[in-house]
């Protein structure tokens, strides 16, 4: 248990549908950020926010819509994925400062059907 | 954030020492070490970092040469249990990680 907490732990989700993932920690920290693993690829960062504030976008596409409304809570919104998309999608948080490790949650395993 | 090197495999006797090496000959002077692992479809699980000097946890220790531009973490005892995807990382906060490929490791009964 690392103290960060992702739902569902599985999805299954059309193209045409609307949902969203949720990360919860109860850490202290200021930072958290989404990654996606696809299958048989290094993790890929792709949301960072520090202090509710989002300071990284690595060229995700508008489909994946993040929303940090406080420190200890972070979503991903999903909305007409394709195929490709299916992956495991992991959340990590922690404090914002030089020389501190981030903690990841058990992530998410999706599928677009 | 500075690149990393690592063997893509490794095997291990189960009880022995298992030693993984990481090259970062990029690294700068603020960017710290940093070592997760993986088991399968899980989410990465944080071991250890350094900066200059060695460290030593309950679960690892990690030996950083004197130039910085490799480093091994050692696992003192080995259990089945260690088989996992094994990442190093190198970067100056712990929100801006860029993981590679890592080392996977088997350790053998």
């Known amino acids: 248990e690392t103290g960060v907490t992702q739902t569902p732990r599985h999805l299954v989700m059309g193209m045409t549908n609307k949902k969203s993932l949720k990360c919860e920690q109860h850490l202290g920290h200021n930072a958290m950020y989404w990654y996606k693993q696809s299958a048989k690829k290094p993790l890929e960062l792709m949301f960072v926010?520090?202090?509710?504030?989002?300071?990284e976008n690595n060229s995700v596409p508008s489909r994946f819509s993040p929303e940090c409304p406080n420190s200890s809570h972070l979503f991903l919104h999903l909305h007409t994925l394709q195929p490709e998309d299916s992956a495991l999608y992991l959340c990590a948080s922690s404090q914002d400062r030089v020389g501190t490790e981030a903690f990841f949650g058990q992530g998410t395993r999706l599928t677009v059907v | 954030d500075a690149k990393t090197t690592q063997p893509p495999s490794m095997d291990c006797a189960e009880g022995r020492a298992a030693n993984l090496p990481c090259n970062h000959s990029?690294?700068?002077?603020?960017?710290?070490v940093y070592w997760y692992r993986q088991i399968h479809s899980q989410g990465p699980q944080y071991i250890i970092h350094g900066l200059k000097n060695n460290e030593t946890n309950e679960m690892a220790s990690l030996i950083i040469t004197e130039d910085r531009k490799s480093s091994t973490l050692i696992l003192p005892h080995a259990t089945l249990r260690d088989t996992a995807v094994y990442y190093c990382i190198v970067g100056r906060t712990g929100n801006q990680f860029y993981f590679g490929t890592g080392t996977s490791l088997t350790v053998i009964p």
């Open positions: 926010y520090n202090f509710k504030e989002q300071t």
């Open positions: 990029t690294i700068s002077g603020n960017e710290y």
